[in-house]
């Protein structure tokens, strides 16, 4: 597994959880797994057991070599190897990809060396894997890496390589003279290579060179191969639609699990929601709102950004708050939406609350307390929140896209079927149309809610099953290449 982030040494969205959990599972079929990121300067050395693995390991880069070395951890609760390429120069900082919101001026750099270091450590360690499995484009080269410089070599020869797509919209788009990092050469600056409208895309050769290609959910997957979600990439996914899979991601039930949540004053379970009853009124004390067990509260744990979707739901919040419920908030992102967001309780102070930034213990309560759980995303590749929040019986409102179609089953209101209610069109009229539908269901229907409250906490998304999907993957990955 060849990373950028894995939880919880390094962190900035889902790929992390991705690579923090599925090596597990994987290991616990029987498979030798190792998984290999960058020595990240936000990587705490006292909390974790870190000893030196190898002291030096030439990586050609440029012009000439630059020189790594390489420590060694365990993930967490298991004997997987999580190999740290340490180059002070590149990965000593405490942000991973940025400074200040602007994207470090040496990533192109810093990830042709990341790839390339990949493979050189597996010759310095001996080690032959069977499969690289590459996540998204900060890994995006080693399968290409794989298919011209080391093609001949005789621990990597067979390897087998699997590109991963977390999110399309990040592609590692650089100016096209860094490609001299990665010394691939001009002969590869082409439309089926590393081009791209001119510019080097990272992501781009690790699919085109890759033995197969996965995402994460399997509606993502037909949605990236249409202009509409494919980010001027949906040609090349079309041309490898038969080598793309889309896999569900499973859920951490060790963190998101409503009988064991240790940031919960009191918990619960299907069968006996009094817990949940009282996370509701915690909810609104911490809100700043009046503690009303009969109003339906709406929440969102979120990135206030572009693809969540949160422009057009500023739009439909007037309509929305002509309703009888709640609306809470907690995410940090777009300085617009921090304002706007922010000022939501004063506007509103009896039905809305928000907290802008990030705490855990409070999202935590958010998933807990609330009724609903709204996300009304642009594109949505798998999504977390929703596959927590019905562990909890707060149920989704959602757009039907990518992993939230995929997870979501619409409520029926005549039988009292479904675990949540979608929308398809990103409009303010789809949205205010589900919340209202949600809300009638919840003063008109009640019997229903129930229903589906039950119904939605007894589901599990394990990691266990989409390790095995991922095991018949690599096979196919495996025979494609020795063929």
Not at 7 to 34: I, M, Q
Not at 220 to 247: F, K, N, T
Not at 395 to 416: F, K, M, S
Request: proline letters at 5%; one cysteine or more.
């Amino acid at each position: 597994m060849c990373s950028s982030e894995v939880a919880p040494f390094a962190k900035t969205g889902g790929l992390a959880d991705v690579v923090g959990s599925l090596p597990a599972e994987l290991w616990n079929l029987g498979h030798d797994v190792r998984i290999v990121m960058p020595f990240h300067g936000c990587i705490d050395r006292d909390r974790w057991e870190i000893h030196p693995r190898v002291d030096t390991i030439g990586v050609p880069l440029g012009f000439g070599e630059q020189w790594c070395s390489v420590h060694e951890t365990r993930l967490p609760e298991t004997d997987i190897p999580v190999y740290l390429i340490e180059h002070h120069q590149y990965f000593a900082r405490v942000s991973l990809y940025q400074h200040d919101g602007e994207d470090y001026d040496d990533n192109a750099e810093r990830f042709a060396f990341f790839s390339r270091a990949c493979c050189q450590l597996c010759k310095a360690i001996d080690f032959a894997p069977d499969v690289m499995h590459a996540h998204d484009w900060q890994a995006g080269l080693v399968p290409v890496y794989l298919k011209t410089w080391d093609a001949d070599h005789p621990l990597l020869y067979n390897t087998a390589s699997v590109m991963s797509i977390h999110n399309l919209g990040y592609q590692g788009v650089f100016p096209k003279d860094q490609i001299i990092h990665s010394q691939l050469g001009w002969e590869r600056f082409t439309p089926d290579g590393l081009e791209f409208y001119d510019q080097l895309n990272y992501l781009k050769p690790g699919i085109l060179y890759a033995d197969k290609v996965s995402t994460v959910s399997p509606t993502y997957a037909r949605e990236i191969q249409l202009p509409e979600h494919g980010w001027a990439l949906d040609g090349v996914l079309r041309d490898r639609s038969a080598d793309l899979v889309g896999i569900l991601n499973g859920c951490d039930y060790r963190e998101w699990d409503p009988s064991s949540d240790k940031f919960l004053e009191r918990r619960f379970d299907a069968g006996d929601l009094e817990g949940k009853r009282y996370c509701k009124a915690q909810l609104q004390r911490e809100m700043g709102l009046p503690v009303r067990e009969n109003v339906p509260i709406v929440g969102m744990v979120t990135r206030l950004a572009y693809q969540k979707g949160v422009d057009v739901l500023a739009s439909a919040l007037p309509r929305i708050f002509d309703m009888d419920l709640q609306f809470v908030v907690l995410g940090t992102g777009e300085v617009w939406a921090h304002f706007f967001y922010g000022e939501l309780p004063s506007r509103f102070p009896d039905k809305a609350g928000a907290f802008i930034g990030f705490d855990l213990g409070l999202a935590h309560l958010v998933m807990a307390g609330c009724d609903y759980l709204l996300m009304p995303s642009r594109y949505e590749p798998c999504g977390l929140s929703q596959l927590a929040s019905k562990r909890y019986g707060t149920l989704p409102i959602v757009r039907a896209t990518g992993g939230l179609e995929d997870t979501v089953a619409n409520y029926d209101e005549w039988t009292g079927d479904g675990d949540g209610f979608k929308f398809y069109d990103l409009s303010p009229g789809a949205i205010g149309d589900s919340i209202g539908w949600a809300v009638s269901t919840f003063y008109d229907r009640p019997h229903h809610l129930e229903m589906m409250k039950d119904r939605a906490m007894r589901q599990r998304y394990l990691w266990s099953d989409a390790a095995m999907r991922y095991e018949e993957l690599y096979g196919w990955a495996i025979e494609r290449r020795r063929s």
